[in-house]
C-alpha cells in the first residue's frame, strides 16, 4: 500500500502565500502522487492541479488558480507541492493531496483514477 501525507496548511491572509507538501511512503511502485484536490465547506471536491503524466511534466491548472498555484515534484517523483501565491479567501478548503497507478495518463477532474488520498491539511485565508 502507498500513504501519502500533506503538510504545509494553516492560516494566512489574503495576498499571502502557502506551500504544500505530500509525501508517499510504502510501494509507491504501485500510485504515485499526481494531483491536489480541494474541498471546501457544502461544496464539491475540485481538482486544483495534477500532472497529466507520470513519465512526464504535462501539467494541469484549473482556471481559478492559474497563475496563482504551482504544482512540482521531486526528481524521485514521490514527493509533490503545491505553491499558492496571492491566496483569496475563495481558496479557504481542505486540500488533499492524491495518487494514482503510474500508468494513467491524462486529466482526471473527478478524481475517480486516483487511488489513494492523504488526509487533507486545512488552508484557511482571511480577508
Known amino acids: 500500500q502507498v500513504q501519502l501525507v500533506e503538510s504545509g496548511g494553516g492560516l494566512v491572509q489574503a495576498g499571502g502565500s502557502l506551500r504544500l507538501s505530500c509525501v508517499a511512503s510504502g510501494q509507491t511502485f504501485m500510485s504515485v502522487p499526481m494531483g491536489w484536490f480541494r474541498q471546501a465547506p457544502g461544496k464539491e471536491r475540485q481538482n486544483v492541479a495534477q500532472?497529466?503524466?507520470?513519465?512526464?511534466?504535462?501539467?494541469y491548472i484549473a482556471e481559478s488558480v492559474k497563475g496563482r498555484f504551482t504544482i512540482s515534484r521531486d526528481n524521485a517523483k514521490t514527493t509533490l507541492y503545491l505553491q499558492m501565491n496571492n491566496l483569496k479567501p475563495e481558496d479557504t478548503a481542505v486540500y488533499y493531496c492524491?495518487?494514482?497507478?503510474?500508468?494513467?495518463?491524462?486529466?482526471?477532474?473527478?478524481?475517480?483514477?486516483?487511488?489513494?488520498w492523504g488526509q487533507g491539511t486545512q488552508v484557511t485565508v482571511s480577508s
Open positions: 492524491a495518487g494514482r497507478p503510474r500508468h494513467f495518463q491524462g486529466s482526471d477532474d473527478s478524481g475517480e483514477t486516483y487511488d489513494v
Open positions: 500532472f497529466r503524466s507520470w513519465q512526464e511534466d504535462r501539467i
